[in-house]
């Protein structure tokens, strides 16, 4: 079984409740991951968690004791742009280059989908742009790469036998969104014509991007509590440890 750390995945939310001649404002903390860690935790992983705000103060200098690391939903200036950096001028380590290491070194990781990851709304995630994305198994596009789905589109399994997803069976629940990239290892799954499960090897590492959502909103209520989703992470990070 693997250790997973799973980094991002977390906002704040500010809203303006205006009433009339008042107003009033309001904030709300969320994290969406824990279906994904969840599922991890039955099929017997052991998973950490480190959401999005604290990784200035609290990304690991050294990634060796875990197994996969996971990325979900959160910019590479949150990794670049360390606050003594950004507010004092100090130099800082680049933690997209400690990330593309550990996989060279032997590690694994799983990039996901979201409004802030591959490249993102408005192409301000800009992993594209950072070390890591030599390691990634996709090529990140330089701009705005939302592909919004609001109808619903069913992914496709193109290659059923694969030991990531070969326990996943029947028909897929829709998905409302994805990110496009441009597949550059095996695509195993897509959704809408797009690239959505790839998998492929950096150095003596492995790596998977699954470019829509672990959570809603792309990723709907139906998809969450599907039995295949805990049967797809279940089988993704086992084949990122080499358990197959």
């Not at 004791?65 to 950004?86: C, E, K, M, P």
């Not at 059923?160 to 441009?182: C, E, F, I, R, Y």
């Not at 290892?185 to 790839?198: K, R, S």
Request: charged share 20%; proline share 7%; aromatic share 10%.
């Amino acid at each position: 079984m693997a250790h997973v750390l799973l980094v991002g995945e977390s906002w704040f939310t500010y809203t303006t409740h205006q009433k009339g001649f008042d107003a009033f404002a309001s904030a709300e903390y969320t994290e969406g991951g824990a279906s994904f860690l969840d599922a991890l935790r039955e099929y017997g992983h052991e998973t950490s968690y480190l959401p999005s705000h604290l990784v200035d103060r609290e990304f690991p200098d050294e990634l060796a004791s875990y197994d996969v690391v996971a990325i979900s939903d959160v910019g590479a200036n949150t990794f670049q742009l360390a606050s003594r950096t950004f507010t004092r001028s100090q130099p800082s380590p680049d933690r997209t280059e400690t990330i593309r290491a550990y996989v060279e070194n032997g590690g694994a990781l799983l990039t996901i989908g979201g409004y802030l990851s591959f490249s993102g709304i408005d192409a301000k995630a800009r992993w594209g742009r950072t070390p890591l994305a030599a390691a990634l198994p996709v090529e990140v596009l330089d701009r705005d790469d939302r592909v919004e789905l609001p109808a619903g589109a069913v992914p496709e399994v193109r290659a059923p036998g694969h030991p990531a997803v070969s326990a996943v069976a029947g028909v897929w629940p829709a998905l409302l969104g994805l990110n496009q990239v441009t597949a550059r290892a095996d695509v195993l799954v897509e959704c809408a014509g797009h690239p959505l499960l790839i998998t492929g090897e950096y150095g003596s590492g492995r790596t998977a991007a699954f470019t829509s959502d672990i959570a809603p909103h792309w990723a709907p209520p139906e998809f969450v509590s599907w039995p295949g989703y805990g049967q797809l992470w279940d089988g993704v990070v086992r084949w990122l440890h080499k358990e197959s």
